[in-house]
């Protein structure tokens, strides 16, 4: 492993294999010019494409690798109109009643958002709309989850409560009750990236692939991107490169942590036990510290996904792991408890978990940082960063504060500290 960024992305996974191949675009070669570059092809600049074409700019787009290679391809595919920790009443104190209401209201519609761009493209995604739910592992968890549960219901969120027993039944595993976000449920990630990318292509923003942007000036009114084999130059640039941001502007990769986690799969589960576990065919991501997440993809696999303390040799040594998990949370499975699809990928973290807008420049923006929930918000994120490139939304109508660089104090140490604390987390998981 390279670093805790950094996976091998070319490496075959489970949502690779089960959607249509795509033809990466070309590579950026020559001088050209555009209103709006955006750097980086996960949801967060796919987002911004869309809103920004849609806005009327003349759109294009970098993507160091290809198409679906980072989090947004690889991903555990929930799709969670809900924050990331806070409550909205957090969110409005420390953003302000004004921001924070926009920035509920943003998240709240999410998930209805990417479901609807979805069936607007026709994007052969495996999106399933049947809900999402976040069941309680304990008491305390349970009396955090119904007073959630409460505010968002107040903010008009299509959310509902389901008692201990009705979590139970519908997860198939023993919860103590669970709020239910009606509008969430599952994508498959690459089909839902690489499909949106046709999309956009279609809609006439024009994509490079395998063009990783190396510097970012400034040359008189414009902004010069130069990759190996090419230079744009565009009035407006958005850097959506989350966690493999690295050095392309200064002090920004100290902006958000990386932080690696791993995805696995089963064989096909069987009718009679779909008709016990996740009833309805819906996504479930739980109140673990050590969260245990878990939705079918298209041929009724459960995709799972977690965090491991050491990542040499995690396939090996983490397989046994996660299906004594699985055996944990569902006895019923019995030897269908067996993972055999394994990989893993990383996103950005932050110690309050709260994304991010970066001023950097004038027509310099970077949004990101989602702290693992980030397949909803990302891309509703985007479409405001489209819109705000066209000048449609000022910096003050935006749905985040707009801030500069905030680096992460001690970063190296957060770091560590982040990808160190698993066993920690299971440790607290257990006295609850
Ligand atoms: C294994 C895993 C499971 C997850 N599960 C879930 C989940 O179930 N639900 C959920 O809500 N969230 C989940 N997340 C988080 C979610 O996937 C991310 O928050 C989201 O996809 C971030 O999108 P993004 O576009 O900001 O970043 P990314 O998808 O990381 O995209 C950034 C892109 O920028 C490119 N880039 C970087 N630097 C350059 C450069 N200099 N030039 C050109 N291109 C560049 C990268 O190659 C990359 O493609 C998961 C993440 C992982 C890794």
């Not at 806070?86 to 924070?100: H, K, N, Y």
């Not at 495996?126 to 955090?144: E, T």
């Not at 002090?251 to 990386?258: H, I, S």
């Not at 027509?363 to 702290?371: A, I």
């Amino acid at each position: 492993m390279s670093s805790i960024a950094e996976v091998d992305w070319k490496t075959p996974h489970l949502w690779r294999k089960t959607v249509a191949a795509r033809t990466a675009a070309p590579s950026l070669s020559g001088e050209v010019e555009t209103d709006l570059l955006v750097i980086g092809g996960g949801l967060t600049g796919l987002g911004t494409a869309l809103g920004a074409i849609e806005a009327g700019l003349k759109v294009m787009l970098l993507e160091g690798n290809e198409i679906g290679s980072a989090a947004s391809g690889r991903n555990n595919g929930q799709v969670v109109p809900h924050h990331s920790k806070s409550s909205p009443s957090e969110i409005e104190a420390a953003f302000g009643s004004t921001v924070g209401t926009r920035y509920n209201e943003m998240i709240k519609g999410s998930a209805a958002y990417l479901f609807d761009t979805i069936r607007r493209f026709g994007i052969e995604a495996h999106a399933v709309q049947n809900g999402w739910l976040q069941p309680c592992h304990s008491d305390a968890a349970l009396a955090r989850g119904k007073a959630v549960y409460e505010e968002w219901k107040a903010r008009g969120h299509e959310v509902e409560w389901l008692d201990g027993a009705e979590a139970s039944r519908v997860t198939g595993s023993r919860y103590l009750g669970a709020l239910k976000a009606r509008n969430g449920g599952h994508i498959n990630p690459f089909g839902l990236v690489t499909g949106l990318a046709a999309a956009l292509e279609g809609l006439g923003v024009t994509i490079f692939e395998n063009s990783r942007a190396e510097s970012l000036t400034r040359e008189g009114p414009l902004w010069r991107v130069t990759c190996k084999g090419g230079t744009v130059r565009a009035r407006k640039v958005v850097l959506a490169t989350n966690a493999l941001t690295r050095d392309i502007w200064p002090k920004l990769g100290k902006a958000m942590v990386p932080f690696r986690v791993y995805d696995a799969a089963t064989q096909p589960i069987p009718e009679p036990l779909r008709a016990q576990i996740f009833v309805g065919n819906v996504g479930v991501s739980d109140t673990r510290r050590d969260i245990r997440a878990f939705h079918y993809d298209c041929d009724f696999r459960i995709v799972t996904g977690g965090t491991h303390t050491l990542w040499h040799n995690a396939e090996q040594r983490g397989l046994r792991r996660i299906q004594r998990m699985l055996e944990d949370a569902f006895p019923q499975l019995g030897p269908l408890a067996k993972v055999d699809n394994y990989w893993e990928g990383s996103f950005a973290v932050v110690p309050d978990r709260k994304p991010r807008l970066f001023r950097l420049g004038d027509g310099l923006m970077f949004g990101g940082v989602y702290s693992g929930r980030g397949v909803a918000a990302s891309f509703s994120l985007g479409r405001h960063l489209g819109e705000n490139a066209a000048e449609v939304l000022s910096d003050d109508q935006m749905p985040l504060p707009v801030t500069p660089i905030r680096t992460v104090p001690s970063h190296w140490v957060a770091t560590q500290v982040a990808n160190h604390i698993h066993p920690y987390h299971r440790i607290r998981d257990s006295l609850d």
